[in-house]
């Protein structure tokens, strides 16, 4: 990526607490008492996202805060941490929404998340925006290349789940595709005509 995009770029750390936000919206509109096929999309989506999320920061964002900080804790927990989401993950996987054991494993998945994205928040973030100031916009840029190319070894994945947990997200985002594709439409009939 050029130095000008990469200076155009969100800062990596900004990527990060949005990644998490996405995340943990998704987690609060998991219920109890929704139907399984609901279930499965939103445990689909969140668990799709955490595979990404936790893989981009293994790539790009450990190694540049080790740079400059190896021996921290929450540093030096932060992938276990992950390997811990990751096998909750493997079980959830292999757990039907229709099983009873499904609730309390996706409950200890958003435990461990929101465990891992508090160290991360109150730790990490802040020390890399004290210690990294001028590489967090370049790596930003190095975190949304590396997101593409993930992005594209699963985009149907992607996409269905995200439409299925965030439905009126999705209702949103196509209503608004489908008013600019009608006024771009319209606006080259007046050109044609006028
Ligand atoms: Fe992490
Ligand atoms: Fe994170």
Redesign the pocket.
Known sequence: MSRESSNLSPAITTM?RLDHMHVLAAFHRYHRDSAWWRKRAIVNSVCAALEI??QL??EI??PALAEVAATNQSLQA?RP??DAVRATIRELRATGPENAAYDALFMQLMRDTLH??AD?ETV?LPMAERALKQQLRSLGADMTRRRIELLKERPTEVAVNTMRTFPLATLALATAFVVCLTCAVRGNARRRHG
Do not use: G, K, Q, T
């Open positions: 990060i999320h936790a920061e293994e964002f450990y932060s941490a992950h891992h994205v991360e990490l």
